[in-house]
Each structure stands twice: as C-alpha cells, then as structure tokens.
C-alpha cells in the first residue's frame, strides 16, 4: 500500500484471465445499475493520509491514474478531476452580461427556427415505414415555430415557443404512433403467443404479462430499426444549437469568487452550477443528440439566468441543487456510453465535494476570527480593569497624603498605570479607541491641586523623578544642565511616542526648566583635581515626596467616581457586544456543519447515481484520493500549524526565561528593610554589625543595577519578538494576537518593573548610615541610619513591589511577578505543544488502523471480481 499501485494478478485467478472478463456479456447476468456490494462512503470513512500527499492533491497537481498500473483493466485508471473554476478579484459588470445571456438565448431561438422546420421535415420524409406526419406533437411545433421563419429577433414568449418545441417529438409520441399503425401486426403476433402459452399451460396472469411484453418489445425494436436513426439525427442538429449556447454562456458566466462566511452558500451554489454546465457541454460534445433532449433543453434554461446573476436567493441556490440530479439516468444511457454517463456523474460528485471542503475551510476561518475577537475581547477588557484600577488611586492620593508609603505607591501606580493604558491603547481597535480615550483625557484633566496641579502634573513629577533616578544613579553627573537636557529631552520624547501623554511629556520638560531643584540634590564626594571640592548629583527623595503630597481638591475622588460609571456604562456596552458576535461566530461555526448543508440531500444523491454508474473499483479509488484525503488535509493542516506554533512560541519564550531566570529569588535578596526592622532599637538607631550592614546594603545597590541590566536586555528580546511576531509566516491572525498580547504584557511589565527599580534605588542613595562613637571609637552593634520622613515603611513597601509587583494596578510589575508570568507562558505553550503532539499521535494511529480497512477492503473487492469472474466463465 506504501506505493499505492494495484497490481493486475491476485492469489485466486491467473492474471491472464483477469483480462477476458467482460461484465456486458449477454449470459453473465450482470447488472452495472445494481447497488455496490460494498458501501464504499462507510469504507472510506475517517481515512487519513500523509500531510504531503494531501497538499499534493490540494494543489491540483496529482490525479488518480499516475497511482495506477496503466494495464489494470480491473480498476481503470479514473479520469482528471474537473478543475476547479479560478476566482476573480471582481465580478463582471452586471448589467452588460444580463444581456448578453438574453441575447444568446435570443440567437439560439432564432437559429432553432430553420433546425426544427427542416429537421421536422426531414424527419418525416426519411421515415417511411410510419406515417410521422400523422405525429401530433410533430404537426403542432411546426405550425407555431413557422411564424417566425423569416424573423431575425424574437421576443422572450416567441423565444419560449421555439425552445418547447425544439425537443418534439418525444419518444413516447413517437412509440405510441408506433404502436397505432402496427396495431394489425402487434395483434396477430399476441394472438400466436397466447395460442402457445395457453397449450403449454399458462396461468391468465402470465399470458397477460407476457403479451404487454411483446408489445413493448415489438415496439422498441421497430423504433430501433426504422426510427431511431433518423430521430437521433434530428436531435444531433438541435443539439449542435443548444451546444453553442451554453458554450457561450459559460465564456460569460460570473467566475467564482473566493469562499468567505457571507457569500458561502452562494460560492458552493455557483460551484454546482458551473459543474452542471461543463458536465452538460462534455456529454453533449461526445453526443450532440443529448442536447436535443427535452432535459437537457429545459435544464439549460432553467440554469442560464443564475450564470450572471449577481446574487442567488435562496431558492435560486435550492433549484440549482434540485438540478443537480438531471439529466435522468435513463435519459443519459439513452445517449451517451456508461463511462460518459459516469464522469457527468462524477463531475458533480467534485463539486460537491468542493462545497463540502468550502465549508470546512470557511469553517477554520470562523474559527480563526472568533479566536481574534476572543483575543481583542481579553485586550480591552484589560483596559477596562487598567483604568478602573487606575482611576481609584485618587482616593489614596487625596485621603492617604500623609503616610509617605502610600502617597508614593499611589503616585507610582498612577504613571504605572497611565504607561499601560498608552500601551494596551495602541493594539485597541480605532472603534475602542474613541471609547477609550475621551475618559482617559477627563481624568487627566482632574485637579489634585486646586489652583494649578492636573492629574497630568502629578504624573509628571513621578515620571520625571524615575527618569532623573535612573539617570543619575546609573552615571556619574556632576552637571546640572546636563541633567536638564537629557530630563528635557525625555519630555519631549514622551510627549510624541506615548498615547495620552502629551501633557505629561511637556510637564516633564517644564520641570527640567522651572523646578528642576525641588528632585536633585548636590553631594559632595571630596577633593577634586586642584584641590577643588568634587560633587555629584542624585535624586532628592524627599523634596520628590513633596511634590507629589499636594492633594487639596477634596471633590478628586468623587469626580472620578464619576467619571469610571460613565466609562463602565459605555465599556459594558461594548464588551457585551463582542460576547454577542463570539457568540454569532459560534453559531455561524455550527450552522456550517457540511452534516446541516442545505444540500446534503441532492449530494447523497448525486454520490448515489455516481455510483450507481461507476466502476467499484474506480469509484472505491476515486473517493479515497478526491474525497477523503482532502477532509483529512483540513483536519491535519490546523492541527501541524498549531503544534508548530507552540513550539515557535515556546522557544522564542525560553530565551526570555533565561534572562529573567534570576528574578525568581527577588524575595531572598530584596530584604534590607526586613533585616533594619528585626534590629531596630530606637529613633534611627539600629543594632548589629555597621559594617555588616554597609554590605548588606551595597549588596542590595548591586541587584538593583543588575536587574535594571536585565530588564534592559529582555525589554530588548520582548521588542525584538514583537517584530517577529508581526512577522510571523504560516500563523494564523488570532495566534499572532495570542502571542502578540502574552509578548506586550511583558512589556508593560517591563516598564513599571525599571519605575520600581529606580524609586527602591533613589530611596537607598538618601539614606545615610552612620556609626555611633564612644571615647572616639566607633561603638560595637549600634549604627544610625537616617533618610527621608517615613523611610522604613517605605523601603519596604517599594522592595515588596520588586518582589511582588504593586497591590492596586492590575498590570502589577516587579521581578517575581514578570518572571512567574513568563514561566507559566512557556509551560503553557510547552505543554499545548505535547498535547497536540499527542493528538497527533492518536490520529497516525488511526490511519493505521484505516489503511488496514482500507487493503482488507481491496481484499474483499478483488474476491468479489475473483467470483465474478468463475461465475461468468465457470471453464
């Protein structure tokens, strides 16, 4: 089975023999019409195949017949797939092909005129053992089509009465003429037939049956011997019209257009329609007298109009799958060979097999979809938490102002959280930005300060305060203007990068300008070059927590309170929304069910009569490679892209994880002011070693700048990531925003994390640790510590958002948190990939499992030929 070659011997009849067996020889019994002794849809049921072998076969590029010995005469070799039509960008213009298909019809019409009238009469002079002329229906098309000999155009009406009566006579006005004139003969021929029966014993019953069969029988070869000829002949020339006409038809017809969920059912409708046509003009061409049938004819123009149409109702659709099924099977022997009768069939079997795959393809891209909108949906709802959280901090900055922890956790978490509303902002959709935003500028616009402070400039200063931390602290500056320019720059950077920070940015820059003083302070660090005094800057806590203990509007909170209803109404609104068209998206998903298709009927039984009229070897072969392979490359496809992307997800994340992989001890090692508090012993002074704890706190100094370091490079990769996941190839859109909104997370979380650095580092260079002395010895295990009002709780409070991230925001920040995150990201993305792995797994197992089927079917199938073929020819 590897190679997929029938071999033409088997283990029970010689191969030689395989080649004389003739399944139409008149004594073998043999009915090609019989239902298939093997329910080929149950065999072929769930087969799988290799991921490449599919997506050959997707890409048109491989048939059945280059799989098979071309020798085998048990299973012939099945025929090209009919290619699927080749979608247009844009449809043609409407109007203009309308027309053109009632002109076709309207030159067919007047071309018929001449056909029939001649045909007619030709058909009743070439026929002399029965007078046709006697034939009403033949009398009756030539008395309504003569009116219009001599016209060159004909009205819709006129063009009707010239197709109804281009497929007269029919075969039973014909048959029943027959039976007229030979009445004399069909009785004396009756008359001997009873007289023998009723001599050899005959029931009543059986003389009867047997009568009406030598009527029938009589009939029919008199029709064969001296009409058939000559009425083919005159439906070949009605056919060579009609051939014309849809061949015309086609050239114009509205190409396919690339399935989507809103136009589905019309692309799988056109789909069909486009198969009937070229099915149509195939057999005719093989046998023009096809199209002079009455089927034929009146199916041509029922379907013309749907060709250019430029939307199909829904009972447009439903008559073109009622079509689906005609001609008739008796009408397609009558014409055409059993092999011609089965590629029709087969032809329209592929579209709707190509419907079906529509289906499963749209189906994925619903699915695609209501993974974005979930994805989006998880986005702003994160806003929605950022700014709730974000706007309650006001009650702490007015109510809490004179406790130095929390006015500083509140000023923190203030710019923390407007940095990550810029940041989510930015990936909202524009319809959620204008949502967004106007209640964003309302609350920056809030007075803490009655008479000249906005939210905005509170922001600012803790914004510029961060900014002059980590730039001084990180460098040696002995220059104030030079930390006015770089503060000064950094404003105007903001202002213009950053999403609702254009007043924080020029506040910034106003501070490098106007009050710069009230953040740095001088410290004079010895003798310089010349003897000079040498000094440097750092940032001045204290004066900082001065700036930001300001609040005097007591109507803040409220106005806030405010102002978080009015955006909670709207933002509610808007999140329902999205649930409600997930929700649709589920529906749609599930309405698209091939099993629910509007026409699973007509496929099972366009399925049915291919069958029926094929080959079972061919029809076996044809379904496993055009029918089944195909579904299982919609299954497979998805399910290898996902096991790829969670690998790609997973090893973009573990270079993350070893940057960060040190966070995770952040608790054992942020800890200087647990260490102040076991040793306190009265105002500023401490117990223990004063050496010991210089270390200690120049250890913590040295983490800080480490971290910071750390952060940098994984703010680096995170951006780095971000631009490859935009980038992504083969992901789908709501992988990418998957991936996209875990990677931002770590951003913001970035961002804040450098805040929190900095503000534990300025804290720390403010302190001042000084030994107590006794007889101008330094004394053993007592040292002071002074610092900023409040130090102690604050150092703690600021070293617990390191290791745990802030208590309020919803985006917290710190180094515990940020590497937790991302550990948990990658053992997701890890442990998704072994799941679908292993899903893998289980379905391989499956195909191995079918495939059997599959040989133990050929097996049965080649018993069966084997049989058949003893049976036929027992010697």
Same mark, same amino acid.
């Given at each position: 089975m590897?190679s997929?070659?029938?071999?033409t011997?088997?283990?029970?009849?010689?191969g030689?023999?395989?080649?004389k067996?003739k399944l139409?020889h008149?004594f073998?019994?043999?009915?090609?019409?019989?239902?298939?002794?093997?329910?080929?849809?149950?065999?072929?049921?769930?087969?799988?195949?290799l991921?490449?072998l599919?997506?050959?076969l997707?890409?048109?590029?491989?048939?059945a017949?280059?799989?098979?010995?071309?020798?085998?005469t048990?299973?012939p070799?099945?025929p090209?797939?009919?290619?699927?039509?080749?979608?247009?960008?844009?449809?043609?213009d409407?109007?203009?092909?309308?027309?053109?298909?009632?002109?076709?019809?309207?030159q067919?019409?007047?071309?018929?005129?001449?056909?029939?009238l001649?045909?007619l009469?030709?058909?009743?002079?070439?026929?002399?053992?029965?007078?046709?002329?006697?034939?009403?229906s033949?009398?009756?098309?030539?008395v309504?089509?003569?009116?219009?000999?001599?016209?060159?155009s004909?009205?819709?009406?006129?063009?009707?009465?010239?197709?109804?009566n281009?497929?007269?006579?029919?075969?039973?006005?014909?048959?029943?003429q027959i039976?007229?004139e030979?009445?004399?003969a069909?009785q004396t021929?009756?008359?001997a037939?009873?007289?023998?029966?009723?001599?050899?014993g005959?029931?009543?019953?059986?003389?009867?049956?047997?009568?009406?069969?030598?009527?029938d029988?009589?009939?029919?070869?008199?029709?064969?011997?001296?009409?058939?000829?000559?009425?083919?002949?005159?439906?070949?020339?009605?056919?060579?019209?009609?051939?014309k006409?849809m061949?015309?038809?086609?050239e114009?017809a509205t190409?396919?257009?690339?399935?989507?969920?809103?136009?589905?059912?019309?692309?799988?409708?056109?789909?069909?329609?486009?198969?009937?046509?070229n099915?149509?003009?195939?057999?005719?061409q093989k046998?023009?007298?096809?199209?002079g049938?009455?089927?034929?004819?009146?199916?041509q123009?029922?379907?013309?109009?749907?060709?250019?149409?430029?939307t199909?109702?829904?009972?447009?659709?439903?008559?073109?799958?009622?079509?689906?099924?005609?001609?008739?099977?008796?009408t397609?022997?009558?014409?055409?060979?059993?092999?011609?009768?089965?590629?029709?069939?087969?032809?329209?079997?592929s579209?709707?097999?190509?419907?079906?795959?529509?289906?499963?393809?749209?189906?994925?891209?619903?699915?695609?979809e209501?993974?974005?909108?979930e994805?989006q949906?998880?986005?702003?709802?994160r806003a929605?938490?950022?700014?709730?959280?974000?706007?309650?901090?006001?009650?702490?900055?007015y109510?809490?102002?004179?406790?130095?922890?929390?006015?500083?956790?509140a000023a923190?978490?203030s710019?923390a959280?407007?940095?990550?509303? #810029?940041?989510?902002y930015?990936?909202?959709?524009?319809?959620?930005?204008?949502?967004?935003?106007?209640?964003?500028?309302?609350?920056?616009?809030?007075k803490?300060?009655?008479?000249?402070?906005?939210?905005?400039t509170f922001?600012a200063?803790?914004?510029?305060?961060?900014?002059?931390?980590?730039?001084?602290?990180?460098?040696?500056? +002995?220059?104030?203007d030079?930390?006015?320019n770089y503060?000064?720059?950094?404003?105007?950077m903001?202002?213009?990068?950053y999403?609702?920070?254009s007043?924080?940015?020029?506040?910034?820059?106003?501070?490098?300008?106007?009050s710069?003083?009230?953040?740095?302070?001088?410290?004079?660090?010895g003798?310089?070059?010349?003897?000079?005094?040498?000094s440097?800057?750092?940032?001045?806590?204290?004066?900082?927590v001065?700036?930001?203990?300001?609040?005097?509007?007591?109507?803040?909170?409220?106005?806030?309170?405010?102002?978080?209803?009015?955006?909670?109404?709207?933002?509610?609104?808007?999140?329902?929304?999205?649930?409600?068209?997930?929700?649709?998206?589920?529906?749609?998903?599930?309405?698209?069910?091939?099993?629910?298709?509007?026409?699973?009927?007509?496929?099972?039984?366009?399925?049915?009569?291919?069958?029926?009229?094929?080959?079972?070897?061919?029809?076996?072969?044809y379904?496993?490679?055009?029918?089944?392979?195909?579904?299982?490359?919609?299954?497979?496809?998805?399910?290898?892209?996902?096991?790829?992307?969670n690998?790609?997800?997973?090893?973009?994340?573990?270079?993350?994880?070893?940057?960060?992989?040190t966070?995770?001890?952040?608790?054992?090692?942020?800890?200087?002011s #647990?260490y102040?508090?076991?040793s306190?012993?009265?105002q500023?002074?401490?117990?223990?070693d004063?050496?010991?704890?210089?270390?200690?706190?120049?250890k913590?100094?040295?983490?800080?700048?480490?971290d910071?370091?750390?952060?940098?490079?994984?703010?680096?990769?995170?951006?780095?990531?971000?631009?490859?996941?935009?980038?992504?190839?083969g992901a789908?859109?709501?992988?990418?925003?998957?991936m996209?909104?875990?990677?931002?997370?770590?951003s913001?979380?970035? +961002?804040?994390?450098?805040?929190?650095?900095?503000?534990?580092?300025?804290?720390?260079?403010?302190?001042?640790?000084?030994?107590?002395?006794?007889?101008?010895q330094?004394?053993?295990?007592?040292?002071?510590?002074?610092?900023?009002?409040?130090w102690?709780s604050?150092?703690?409070?600021?070293?617990?958002?390191?290791?745990?991230?802030?208590?309020?925001?919803?985006?917290?920040g710190?180094?515990g948190?940020?590497?937790?995150?991302?550990?948990?990201?990658?053992?997701?993305y890890?442990?998704?990939?072994?799941?679908q792995?292993?899903?893998?797994?289980?379905?391989?197992s499956?195909?191995?499992?079918?495939?059997?089927l599959?040989?133990?079917s050929?097996?049965?199938?080649?018993?069966?030929?084997?049989?058949?073929?003893?049976?036929?020819?027992?010697n």
């Amino acid at each position: 089975m590897s190679s997929l070659r029938i071999q033409t011997t088997c283990n029970t009849v010689p191969g030689n023999a395989l080649f004389k067996i003739k399944l139409d020889h008149k004594f073998s019994n043999f009915n090609p019409k019989a239902q298939p002794a093997i329910d080929i849809e149950a065999i072929n049921s769930g087969l799988y195949a290799l991921k490449r072998l599919a997506t050959v076969l997707d890409a048109g590029t491989i048939h059945a017949s280059s799989l098979f010995n071309p020798q085998n005469t048990i299973f012939p070799s099945p025929p090209t797939q009919p290619k699927r039509p080749k979608t247009v960008p844009a449809p043609k213009d409407i109007t203009k092909t309308t027309q053109t298909i009632a002109s076709i019809q309207e030159q067919t019409a007047v071309a018929l005129v001449p056909t029939i009238l001649d045909g007619l009469n030709t058909l009743v002079d070439s026929v002399t053992e029965i007078n046709l002329s006697q034939v009403s229906s033949i009398t009756l098309a030539i008395v309504l089509v003569t009116p219009f000999k001599d016209m060159t155009s004909l009205n819709e009406t006129q063009q009707k009465t010239v197709f109804n009566n281009s497929y007269e006579p029919t075969d039973d006005d014909l048959l029943g003429q027959i039976k007229k004139e030979q009445a004399e003969a069909i009785q004396t021929g009756q008359q001997a037939l009873r007289e023998k029966l009723a001599a050899a014993g005959a029931t009543e019953e059986a003389i009867t049956k047997a009568l009406q069969e030598y009527e029938d029988t009589f009939v029919k070869d008199f029709f064969d011997a001296h009409v058939s000829k000559q009425i083919m002949t005159y439906r070949s020339s009605i056919g060579e019209q009609t051939l014309k006409m849809m061949q015309s038809m086609s050239e114009i017809a509205t190409q396919i257009p690339t399935p989507t969920q809103s136009n589905i059912d019309e692309v799988n409708a056109r789909t069909v329609l486009l198969a009937i046509f070229n099915g149509l003009k195939d057999a005719v061409q093989k046998n023009p007298a096809l199209g002079g049938d009455s089927e034929v004819i009146q199916t041509q123009l029922a379907l013309s109009k749907y060709l250019t149409q430029s939307t199909l109702s829904s009972n447009d659709i439903d008559t073109i799958y009622t079509a689906s099924v005609l001609p008739s099977q008796a009408t397609l022997d009558k014409y055409v060979s059993s092999r011609d009768g089965a590629l029709y069939r087969e032809g329209i079997t592929s579209a709707y097999q190509t419907a079906v795959q529509n289906l499963n393809t749209v189906r994925l891209s619903i699915e695609n979809e209501k993974e974005t909108l979930e994805n989006q949906l998880e986005l702003f709802q994160r806003a929605q938490s950022c700014f709730s959280s974000w706007v309650k901090l006001t009650d702490t900055i007015y109510n809490q102002k004179q406790y130095t922890s929390a006015i500083v956790t509140a000023a923190m978490e203030s710019y923390a959280g407007l940095m990550s509303l #810029s940041q989510i902002y930015g990936y909202l959709q524009p319809n959620e930005k204008n949502l967004v935003e106007p209640y964003v500028n309302k609350i920056l616009a809030l007075k803490v300060k009655n008479t000249d402070v906005p939210m905005s400039t509170f922001i600012a200063r803790t914004l510029a305060f961060q900014e002059i931390a980590d730039y001084t602290l990180q460098n040696f500056i +002995n220059n104030k203007d030079t930390i006015k320019n770089y503060l000064n720059q950094k404003g105007q950077m903001i202002s213009t990068n950053y999403s609702f920070f254009s007043s924080v940015g020029r506040a910034v820059s106003n501070i490098s300008v106007s009050s710069l003083d009230s953040y740095i302070k001088q410290i004079q660090s010895g003798q310089g070059q010349q003897g000079q005094a040498s000094s440097y800057y750092i940032p001045d806590f204290e004066q900082y927590v001065n700036q930001i203990n300001i609040a005097d509007n007591a109507n803040l909170p409220s106005e806030a309170t405010t102002i978080l209803q009015q955006f909670s109404q709207a933002t509610s609104a808007h999140v329902e929304q999205l649930q409600q068209q997930i929700a649709a998206l589920e529906k749609k998903y599930e309405d698209l069910d091939p099993s629910k298709a509007s026409f699973t009927e007509e496929r099972a039984n366009a399925v049915t009569s291919w069958l029926n009229s094929e080959s079972l070897g061919s029809a076996f072969i044809y379904l496993i490679l055009h029918s089944q392979l195909p579904k299982q490359s919609i299954l497979l496809n998805p399910l290898i892209e996902e096991i790829n992307f969670n690998n790609l997800a997973a090893n973009a994340i573990n270079e993350l994880l070893e940057i960060t992989n040190t966070f995770s001890t952040t608790a054992v090692y942020y800890n200087f002011s #647990s260490y102040l508090v076991e040793s306190k012993e009265g105002q500023n002074l401490f117990c223990g070693d004063y050496y010991e704890t210089l270390v200690a706190l120049s250890k913590e100094k040295d983490h800080i700048f480490s971290d910071i370091e750390l952060c940098r490079r994984a703010y680096a990769l995170v951006q780095a990531l971000l631009t490859k996941i935009n980038n992504l190839p083969g992901a789908s859109t709501s992988q990418i925003t998957e991936m996209r909104n875990a990677t931002e997370n770590y951003s913001y979380a970035l +961002n804040i994390t450098f805040g929190q650095l900095n503000m534990l580092n300025a804290l720390l260079a403010n302190l001042t640790i000084s030994p107590q002395m006794a007889n101008n010895q330094v004394k053993e295990n007592v040292f002071q510590i002074t610092g900023p009002k409040d130090w102690i709780s604050t150092l703690a409070s600021l070293e617990g958002f390191i290791a745990n991230g802030f208590p309020d925001l919803s985006v917290t920040g710190g180094l515990g948190p940020l590497f937790t995150q991302i550990q948990s990201d990658q053992q997701n993305y890890t442990t998704q990939s072994q799941t679908q792995q292993l899903n893998l797994q289980n379905q391989m197992s499956n195909v191995q499992q079918e495939w059997t089927l599959v040989s133990t079917s050929m097996q049965v199938l080649n018993k069966i030929l084997s049989h058949l073929a003893g049976e036929i020819y027992p010697n």
